[in-house]
């Protein structure tokens, strides 16, 4: 296991890097409100029946007829309109999982997105993705896994991170030891990719793979490096006790 010290650190040069990363797309910041700004255009690639059930970053289970997409940094269960540069088309998706595993690809679509996309022909395909927020019942049918019709006009820019509602404050138990778990993964070889730029470990069991920074043993330093995980897209991070 590493020491909080050293994951913090390289933590905040990753949340900090990240900043810069691929085409000037911004990403969600704790105290920038970039997420309201995000767009990028990037290569994407998709996955269909042989991950079917298992479990997402989410969570919930991988369903390969839903409209979902797998993102590194955008937040859990935000929406993006995605635009195929080769056909035209767009479609919208609810990101539910983290990856995609290869640093050469921007996002991972379901098998019924890339259809819909008319990119699950080929492997990869370049496409424009920008965070958006659905009318109520768009947003509704997506968590539902159901496709919507594009009404452009309708979508607003997503909201400011700094309108989120914002992360209770880190209190321990003094003596205690806690571990950031950063992200749950079904592919041994997402939470690998993730756990190698945050210098995390990877813990495995029941079939699903944890990727875990700690362990801390003061309040300070665990709430430095949650909100620096935040800041890479990992809001949703928990404090768990490492006993």
């Known amino acids: 296991m590493r020491s909080s010290a050293r994951a913090l650190s390289l933590a905040f040069a990753l949340a900090a890097c990240g900043h810069a990363r691929e085409s000037g797309g911004a990403i969600p910041s704790a105290g920038g409100g970039l997420y309201g ?11 269909g029946d042989e991950l079917s059930g298992n479990r997402t970053a989410s969570g919930e289970a991988f369903d390969p007829d839903a409209m979902t997409a797998a993102h590194r940094t955008l937040p859990l269960g935000s929406f993006v309109e995605v635009t195929s540069i080769e ?3 767009s479609i919208l998706v ?11 690809r921007m996002i991972d679509l379901s098998r019924a997105a890339a259809h819909m996309l008319g990119t699950d022909r080929h ?10 927020v ?16 594009l009404q452009p006009a309708a979508y607003t820019r997503a909201m400011s991170i700094d309108t989120l509602p914002s992360r209770a404050p880190v209190t321990l138990v003094p003596g205690r030891r806690y571990l950031l778990q950063v992200a749950t993964f079904s592919n041994e070889a997402r939470a690998t990719a993730l756990a190698k730029r945050l210098d995390a470990d990877v813990v495995e069991g ?22 620096a995980v935040a800041e890479r897209g990992y809001g949703d991070a928990q404090v768990l006790p490492t006993d």
């Open 87 to 89: 056909t035209g088309r």
């Open 206 to 227: 029941g079939g699903l793979y944890r990727v875990r920074i700690g362990p801390f043993k003061d309040a300070i330093s665990l709430q430095r490096a949650r909100d």
């Open 134 to 149: 659905p009318s109520m019942r768009d947003a509704s049918l997506l968590r539902a896994g159901k496709a919507v019709a």
């Open 94 to 104: 609810r990101i539910n999982d983290r990856g995609p595993g290869r640093r050469d």
């Open 37 to 47: 700004s995000y767009q990028d255009t990037g290569t994407a690639s998709w996955y």
């Open 123 to 132: 492997q990869v395909a370049t496409v424009r993705i920008r965070a958006i």
